[in-house]
């Protein structure tokens, strides 16, 4: 279950608002199912001069889980939350769908650098018959 932290600066949520914000929040929690105890906070704040709305979200995915940031300007409240968990949700899909390496083999970058892997064992510059 998704713990939920939201904090106010300069801004007043009405019904409508923190509903709609629940909403979009408990959807999100229903995709992080899998991880243990994430912690999402959520910071609004409010600029009346232009009459928008900056929303920053920061989702915790548990203990030695990894941190996952999102943030938008909106003229609503619930229109940049939904703007942030968007991006909060396709950062997950990446990190997901991220195949990890085994033990035994080398990364992309690993395997870049390392000159005996590139070229079959020998080194660069060697030639035949010198």
Same mark, same amino acid.
């Given at each position: 279950?998704?713990?939920?932290?939201?904090?106010?600066?300069?801004?007043?949520?009405? =019904?409508?608002?923190? &509903?709609?914000?629940?909403? +979009?929040?408990?959807?999100?929690?229903? #995709?992080? !199912?899998?991880? %243990?105890? /994430?912690?999402?906070?959520?910071?609004?704040?409010?600029?009346?001069?232009?009459?928008?709305?900056?929303?920053?979200?920061?989702?915790?995915?548990?203990?030695?889980?990894?941190?996952?940031?999102?943030?938008?300007?909106?003229?609503?409240? =619930?229109?940049?939350? &939904?703007?942030?968990?968007? +991006?909060?949700?396709?950062?997950?899909? #990446?990190? !997901?769908?991220? %195949?990890? /390496?085994?033990?035994?083999?080398?990364?992309?970058?690993?395997?870049?650098?390392?000159?005996?892997?590139?070229?079959?064992?020998?080194?660069?510059?060697?030639?035949?018959?010198?």
């Amino acid at each position: 279950m998704l713990t939920i932290r939201t904090i106010l600066r300069d801004y007043t949520l009405n =019904d409508l608002e923190a &509903r709609r914000i629940q909403r +979009q929040l408990d959807q999100l929690g229903s #995709r992080l !199912t899998g991880w %243990p105890d /994430p912690v999402a906070t959520l910071m609004l704040t409010g600029d009346t001069a232009r009459q928008q709305v900056s929303a920053r979200l920061r989702v915790r995915l548990g203990h030695l889980g990894g941190h996952l940031v999102g943030r938008d300007v909106a003229e609503t409240a =619930d229109h940049a939350v &939904r703007l942030v968990t968007e +991006q909060i949700e396709r950062q997950f899909e #990446r990190q !997901t769908a991220r %195949p990890k /390496p085994r033990a035994h083999e080398k990364t992309p970058v690993e395997a870049a650098i390392d000159p005996v892997a590139n070229d079959g064992g020998s080194a660069a510059g060697d030639t035949v018959g010198n």
